[in-house]
C-alpha cells in the first residue's frame, strides 16, 4: 500500500514553462466552450433548420464546431506539455520568450480564421480563396496561410521542447514525445496537398484526419499519461516508461494500416478493403490487452491518489478510449458494414465518444493536475471542503451527457444506414427520407437533450476550475512510491 | 468483398462487432483475475466471456456473409484475443519484476 501523509500547503511561484502551459490551457477552455455553443446550435438547426438561415448557416456552425475541438485539443496538448517539460528535463524551459510570442501569433490567427470563418463564407472558391478563406478540406478548412503557421508554431514548439530537453536530461518520456513532435508538425502537411484528383487528394487528406489524429496525438497523449501517473499515483517511471515503449508498438503495429478503412470508397484500388479490414479488426486488441494491465496494478498495488479529480478523468480517460474508439470504431469498420454507414450520424456517434474518451478527458485531468499546483500545491484528495460536489457532477453531467448524445446518433446514424443507403440505394431523395423520418427526428431531438446536459457539465466544471483549493489549508497528498 | 449483406443482416452485424470488443475485453479482465486471484470462478468466467467472444464472431461471420480472406480475418482475431492478454500478463510480471527486485533490494541494504 502506498503510505501518505498530510503537509501545510507549500506555495512556490509557477515555472516559465507553467506559465506559458496556463495560458495555452486558458486559451483551451474558451475554444472549448466555443466547440459547444457551435455544436448547439448545429444541433438545433437539424430540429428547426430555419434557425440563423442566410446568417450563420449549418455549413459554417458544423465547420466551427470541429475546428473548435481540434483546435482547443490541440491548445491543450501543448500545453500540457510546456507544464511537465521542466520536471521532466530538470531544467528551465528554452525559449520561454519565444514560446510566448508563439502562443499569442498562434492564438490570433486562430480569432482571424474563426472571424473568417464567420463572416466570409459566402462566393466562388478558388484559388485565392484556398489561401485566403477556406481550403476547403472537411475538418481542416483553415486556410493555407494558417496552415503553414500552424506547421510553423509546431516547429517553434518542438524547438522549445527538444532544446530543453537538450539542456536538462533525457527520458524515456521525452524521447518519444520530441520523435512525436516531428510526426506532428509534419504529418499536417500532407492536407496541404493540392490536386485536381479527387481519389488523391482524399488519399493525403486521411493522412491528415488519420495519422495526425489517431497516430501522433494518441502518442502524444501516451507521454502526457505517463507523466499524470507517475505524478497522480506515484506510479514507476520504469514501468510507466516500459509500457509507453509497449503502446506505441502495438497502436503502430495495427493503427498506420489501419489508416486502409478510410480508403475504402474514395475511388482507390481493391485491395485497400483487405488491408484496412485486416488491421482494422486488430486495432481493438491493444485496447483490450490494457484491460489486463489495469487490473494487475489495482491488484497487486493499493492506489492513493494525491489529485482526484485529475484521476477520476484519466479513469474516463481509460473508459472512454476503449468504448469511443475500440467499440464503436470497430462497429461499423468492417468493409461490408460501412458500405451502409460511411459518412451517416454513426460516424458522429463514433467520433463524439472517440473525441471526448481519448482527448478532452486527458486534458481535463492536465488542468486539474495544473490547479493544484496554481493553487499553492493544495490538498485535492479525498474529503474536499466541499465534498468536492462541483468536479463530481461534472464528471458525472459531461460524461453521462456525450454517452446520451452518442447513443442517440448512433440511433439516428442507423436509420440513416436503413433508410437513405439500404431501402433508398444513396439516393438524394433516400437522404431527404432519411433526414426526415420519425426515427431520426427524435434521435436527433434526444441529441439536442444530452447536448444540454453536456452544456452544464462544462458550465459547473469552469465553476469548479475557478474555485477548487482557494479555500483548502491542506497540503497536497504526499505519496512514496508504489511498492511491488 | 463479397455481396452487400441484407437489410436484416445490418443489425446482428453490427451489434455482433461490438460483442466482439466487448467479449474480448471481458475474456480478458476474467483472465488477468484469475490469474491475480487464482480463482476458479473467475476461470469460468473467462471461458465464457471466450465462449461468447466466438458466438459473437460467428454471428458476425453470418450475418456479413464472410467468406475466403475474411474468415482467415475473422480467424486472426480470435487469435489475437486470446494470446494477447496472455502476452501483456507475461510482460506485467516481467517489468514489475525489476521494480520488486530493486525495492527487495533497498529494504535488505
Not at chain 1, 531544467?91 to 486562430?110: D, H, P, Q, R, S
Not at chain 1, 489561401?131 to 496552415?147: S, V
Not at chain 1, 475511388?267 to 488491421?279: C, H, K, N, R
Request: glycine share 10%.
Amino acid at each position: 500500500m502506498s503510505t501518505s501523509t498530510v503537509n501545510v500547503p507549500v506555495a512556490s511561484p509557477l515555472t516559465a514553462g507553467q506559465r506559458i502551459a496556463m495560458h495555452y490551457f486558458i486559451a483551451a477552455m474558451v475554444l472549448f466552450l466555443a466547440q459547444i455553443l457551435f455544436g448547439m446550435i448545429s444541433g438545433l438547426q437539424y430540429l428547426m433548420p430555419d434557425v440563423f438561415y442566410n446568417q450563420l448557416d449549418f455549413n459554417v456552425t458544423r465547420m466551427v464546431h470541429i475546428n473548435a475541438m481540434i483546435v482547443w485539443l490541440l491548445f491543450g496538448f501543448i500545453g500540457s506539455v510546456y507544464w511537465l517539460v521542466e520536471d521532466e528535463a530538470k531544467t528551465e524551459l528554452v525559449g520561454a520568450k519565444l514560446a510566448l510570442i508563439n502562443f499569442w501569433i498562434l492564438t490570433t490567427a486562430v480569432a482571424v480564421v474563426v472571424v473568417v470563418y464567420l463572416f466570409v463564407q459566402v462566393g466562388p472558391g478558388e484559388l485565392k480563396s484556398i489561401w485566403l478563406i477556406n481550403e476547403g478540406r472537411e475538418y481542416i478548412e483553415a486556410p493555407r496561410w494558417a496552415d503553414i503557421g500552424i506547421v510553423v508554431c509546431v516547429l517553434v514548439f518542438f524547438y522549445n521542447i527538444a532544446a530543453t530537453f537538450m539542456k536538462g536530461t533525457w527520458s524515456g518520456i521525452s524521447g518519444v514525445l520530441v520523435l512525436d513532435l516531428v510526426a506532428l508538425a509534419g504529418i499536417y502537411c500532407a492536407g496541404m496537398y493540392f490536386t485536381p484528383n479527387i481519389s488523391v487528394d482524399q488519399h493525403w487528406w486521411w493522412w491528415v484526419i488519420h495519422l495526425w489524429v489517431e497516430a501522433t496525438w494518441e502518442v502524444l497523449v501516451g507521454c502526457i499519461m505517463a507523466w499524470g501517473l507517475i505524478q497522480t499515483l506515484g506510479a514507476s517511471r520504469k514501468v510507466v516508461t516500459t509500457w509507453l515503449y509497449i503502446e506505441v508498438a502495438l497502436m503502430f503495429g495495427s493503427g498506420i494500416l489501419g489508416l486502409g478503412h478510410h480508403y475504402f470508397w474514395i475511388g482507390t484500388p481493391e485491395y485497400w478493403l483487405s488491408i484496412g479490414g485486416f488491421f482494422s479488426a486488430l486495432e481493438p486488441i491493444p485496447l483490450v490487452a490494457m484491460v489486463v494491465h489495469a487490473v494487475y496494478d489495482s491488484g497487486r498495488h493499493g492506489f492513493k491518489s494525491a489529485n482526484h479529480p485529475a484521476l477520476a478523468w484519466l479513469i474516463a480517460h481509460a473508459f472512454g478510449n476503449f468504448f469511443g474508439a475500440g467499440v464503436w470504431g470497430f462497429m461499423h469498420t468492417l468493409p461490408q458494414i460501412n458500405l451502409y454507414t460511411h459518412g451517416t450520424q454513426w460516424t458522429a456517434s463514433h467520433g463524439h465518444l472517440a473525441f471526448f474518451g481519448a482527448y478532452a478527458t486527458i486534458n481535463i485531468a492536465m488542468i486539474y493536475i495544473a490547479l493544484q499546483r496554481v493553487r499553492g500545491n493544495v490538498w485535492m484528495s479525498g474529503g474536499l471542503s466541499d465534498n468536492g460536489w462541483k468536479w463530481k457532477w461534472s464528471l458525472g453531467l459531461l460524461n453521462g451527457g456525450v454517452v446520451g448524445m452518442t447513443v442517440a446518433l448512433l440511433i439516428a446514424g442507423y436509420d440513416q444506414s436503413f433508410v437513405e443507403r439500404a431501402l433508398e440505394g444513396s439516393t438524394w431523395s433516400g437522404y431527404f427520407q432519411a433526414q426526415q423520418s420519425a426515427w431520426f427526428m427524435q434521435a436527433m431531438n434526444w441529441r439536442m437533450v444530452f447536448g444540454c446536459m453536456t452544456t452544464v457539465g462544462i458550465l459547473l466544471m469552469f465553476w469548479d476550475m475557478l474555485t477548487i483549493g482557494t479555500s483548502e489549508t491542506r497540503g497536497k497528498q504526499a505519496l512514496a512510491p508504489l511498492p511491488e | 468483398m463479397g455481396d452487400p449483406i441484407g437489410l436484416q443482416d445490418l443489425f446482428f452485424g453490427t451489434m455482433a462487432g461490438a460483442g466482439v470488443v466487448l467479449s474480448g475485453a471481458l475474456y480478458a479482465l476474467f483472465f488477468a483475475l484469475t490469474r491475480l486471484h487464482g480463482s476458479r470462478a473467475m476461470n469460468i468466467a473467462s471461458l465464457a466471456a471466450y465462449l461468447l467472444l466466438i458466438i459473437s464472431v460467428f454471428v458476425m461471420a453470418n450475418a456479413l456473409a464472410l467468406s475466403g480472406f475474411w474468415i482467415l480475418v475473422s480467424a486472426v482475431m480470435l487469435i489475437g484475443y486470446f494470446l494477447l492478454p496472455r502476452a501483456i500478463w507475461h510482460l506485467c510480471v516481467g517489468t514489475h519484476a525489476a521494480e520488486a527486485a530493486a525495492t527487495h533490494s533497498r529494504a535488505t541494504q
